[in-house]
């Protein structure tokens, strides 16, 4: 849906909250959810899809007359597609996905030609005079490589001409049409670039002296005009929750990225887990039993803790950190773990929402972004507790983000 506030934002949720790999059963859950949704936040105005497909779904997209009837079904509903996410390549629900959510990597030709079917759509969805943004992951999982620094810069140099493939594709899509895409890496904690640093070292070091080199030859230009090109359809995907459980400041992101070109395409609106750590040992005890049902076996649940002295310590995963924390030296620890944004006080935990009621407010007069996605993917490892059915948890997380923006 279009927010007209200042700037024009374009807000939408993410529909890899729904089960279903193939092309049908993301449909099925787009016919079930998305119109009712739009009857009640956005009856009379078109309403954005998030669109999250799968390596399966993408290809049965792109067979026979799937695209068009899909084309007319968005048409027909008032409906139109601004942003996909191609992070998880294959099964994200109800199986362990764990570090697997990270392979094939960017390293591979499996993940150019997921991102190239994915380009195809979305150059034949997206509307005119809109570009158009597809999430994808930080190229690798850090863990994978960390230990081997000659693999690591393979892994890193092969990624960086996989990237800048799939970008020569994305300006002969723009040529023929005018639409821009751009491929949004999403940092994250262990990805192999998880924070602003990361991100700035990771241009500034690999991907425009690689890749710039890589398009100039591919389209014989000069190389300072293929780094623009690169620059404009290499971007950023912001999720709120990453930054925050790295102790990024909005504010701080925002203005080291610009400052060196580096454009944000898309913002994920979600919220970490945060909670403060006592010196007393059964305190620690009751934070870990409140913890405890949030250290699931589906998806990696990264731990970053900050202690006294400024200083991070990282865990792999919740279940593997809690171990640890009575004995800790932390004064705070924050988690991957994507909680519903309306929700700040959870019992004895906190959840990172100021964070994104920083971002909201910021973009209000800086015009660093204007595409907008919620993306609490997370509803069916929730403790029972914080659910209420789904229909219902998703209008209050639109809400909650139009409220934001009414008061800020």
């Avoid at 959810?33 to 390596?55: H, M, N, Q, V, W």
């Avoid at 005119?128 to 690798?140: M, N, R």
């Avoid at 004995?327 to 773990?337: I, K, M, V, Y």
Wanted: with cysteine; hydrophobic share 40%; aromatic share 10%.
């Amino acid at each position: 849906m279009k927010i007209t506030n200042n700037n024009n934002f374009h807000l939408t949720y993410c529909s890899n909250i729904h089960p279903g790999e193939s092309w049908l059963e993301v449909f099925t859950n787009l016919e079930n959810y998305i119109p009712k949704l739009k009857s009640r936040l956005s009856p009379t105005e078109p309403f954005g899809i998030g669109l999250r497909l799968a390596d399966v779904a993408a290809k049965q997209l792109l067979e026979s007359n799937n695209l068009a009837e899909f084309q007319a079904w968005l048409t027909q509903e008032d409906l139109y597609v601004f942003t996909l996410n191609g992070f998880p390549y294959g099964g994200f629900h109800r199986q362990v996905v764990k570090d697997q959510v990270y392979a094939p990597d960017w390293s591979t030709q499996e993940r150019v030609n997921y991102t190239l079917n994915l380009a195809k759509i979305l150059a034949a969805l997206l509307p005119e005079g809109l570009d158009g943004g597809i999430s994808t992951l930080p190229l690798s999982y850090k863990p994978w490589w960390v230990k081997d620094q000659a693999t690591f810069e393979i892994v890193v140099k092969k990624s960086c001409l996989n990237i800048a493939s799939v970008v020569v594709e994305m300006i002969r899509i723009s040529e023929e049409t005018g639409k821009i895409l751009h491929i949004d890496l999403e940092p994250e904690p262990d990805g192999l670039i998880e924070n602003t640093s990361e991100v700035i070292d990771f241009y500034q070091n690999w991907l425009l002296p690689i890749g710039g080199s890589y398009l100039s030859e591919k389209l014989n230009i000069e190389q300072d005009l293929a780094e623009t090109k690169l620059l404009e359809h290499i971007r950023i995907c912001y999720d709120t929750c990453h930054f925050s459980v790295e102790y990024e400041q909005p504010q701080s992101v925002f203005t080291r990225l610009q400052s060196v070109g580096i454009k944000i395409g898309k913002i994920q609106i979600s919220a970490a887990i945060k909670v403060k750590i006592p010196a007393e040992v059964a305190k620690r005890s009751l934070i870990v039993e409140r913890l405890r049902p949030f250290a699931e076996s589906t998806y990696l649940h990264q731990v970053i803790e900050r202690r006294s002295d400024g200083t991070l310590q990282h865990y792999a995963d919740l279940i593997t950190a809690l171990p640890h924390l009575e004995q800790s030296l932390a004064e705070e620890w924050r988690t991957h773990f994507h909680v519903p944004i309306f929700i700040h006080d959870y019992q004895i935990l906190q959840s990172t929402q100021d964070d994104i009621a920083t971002v909201l407010h910021l973009l209000q007069t800086n015009d660093a972004c204007s595409h907008l996605e919620i993306e609490t993917y997370t509803w069916d490892v929730l403790p029972s507790e914080m659910k209420i059915d789904l229909l219902t948890s998703i209008q209050r997380e639109y809400e909650w983000v139009l409220k934001e923006f009414a008061t800020n």
